[in-house]
């Protein structure tokens, strides 16, 4: 990892809502927000940040209803179609300047769907395993069992102490570090007896029902920024369900679209695997910037 980190914490409001953002770099490089996946929080990308801060301007948004950013009070205000709208709020707040997005799972989807309908506020789109794999593809999952799905994961995500989730997270990590402990503990909050996670039940059920019934391949055709997947390989027996719907997103989204496996990864690589993943990740940004100045000059 390089360097320090030199991380401030700020808050915006947005029609009311107070939205917490942690902030790395110089407002005078190309500017990176980072949106983490469902029941995770801004911290869960303070290990890239670290390492990208010297030559991106990075902003991580703990996004509704996660962290410290409040919920939406209305279920549909969860939809791509809405959630795009606010983010686009946060990001004029944040930036007067085009964006790269960087997305891990649920925020890998929120980035393509932001881009598809605010192309020319994006430069380019990292989706770190999210936004390819779609509920389509398994129809013997409806809706309604997987809402229920959920509802029990939620549910059941009470432990006795914050340490008895530490060694839960460890083991699916398979490694540790001050970064990922600061992230796993801003994912739980105190309760009577131990600890829970701290989103709701009905704000993971709200963003579950979006993810089914907005597609990202729905929106693909509108996505016209350059795109990169980094996608798992674990576990070995969806490798090629992820392989093929790695292929149809290629061939929709065009020669634009880059896509990356690391060995031996689940579905969080960013945190099994993160020299790895920040390697190919600022390989790619800065590619992206050298050809936007080679072909529009500095801004």
């Given amino acids: ?3 320090l980190s030199v991380m401030k914490k700020v808050k915006v409001k ?11 770099g110089s407002q005078e490089n190309p500017t990176v927000l980072l949106l983490h ?13 670290d390492s990208l801060q010297d030559h991106f301007h990075l902003f991580s948004i703990d996004l509704p209803g996660h962290g410290e950013t409040q919920p939406f009070n209305d279920e549909k205000n969860y939809s791509f179609q809405f959630l795009t709208e606010w983010l686009e709020k946060v990001r004029f707040e944040l930036s007067d300047q085009p964006v790269y997005l960087i997305g891990h799972s649920w925020g890998a989807s929120l980035a393509l769907h932001f881009s598809s309908r605010f192309s020319e506020m994006v430069n380019g789109v990292v989706m770190i395993d ?3 794999l779609h509920f389509e593809e398994d129809p013997s ?12 994961w939620v549910t059941e995500s009470y432990y006795t102490c914050i340490e008895e989730y530490e060694k839960k997270k460890k083991e699916e990590i398979g490694r540790w570090s001050q970064e990922l402990e600061q992230m796993v503990h801003r994912d739980m ?36 920024a ?5 996608r798992a390989t674990l576990p070995e027996d969806g490798e090629t369900i992820r392989r093929q719907a790695a292929t149809r997103m290629h061939e929709e989204l065009g020669t634009q679209c880059k896509v990356s496996a690391i060995p031996e990864t689940g ?14 990740i600022k390989q790619w940004l800065e590619e992206k910037v050298n050809e936007k100045i080679y072909t529009q000059g500095p801004e």
């Fill in 226 to 230: 350059p795109t990169f997947l980094i």
């Fill in 37 to 49: 996946g469902l029941t995770n929080n801004a911290l869960g990308f303070n290990e890239i940040a």
């Fill in 14 to 24: 947005i029609e009311g809502l107070d939205v917490c953002v942690y902030e790395w």
């Fill in 1 to 3: 990892m390089e360097g």
């Fill in 189 to 224: 909050k105190e309760v009577a007896g131990g600890v829970a996670m701290k989103v709701s039940e009905n704000t993971v059920r709200a963003i579950v029902k979006s993810l089914y019934l907005e597609s990202c391949r729905d929106v693909f055709h509108q996505v016209h």
């Fill in 130 to 132: 999210g936004g390819y």
């Fill in 267 to 280: 579905h969080v690589l960013h945190w099994q695997r993160p020299e790895e993943t920040i390697k190919k």
């Fill in 141 to 152: 999952v409806t809706l309604n069992e997987l809402l229920k799905q959920m509802s029990q």
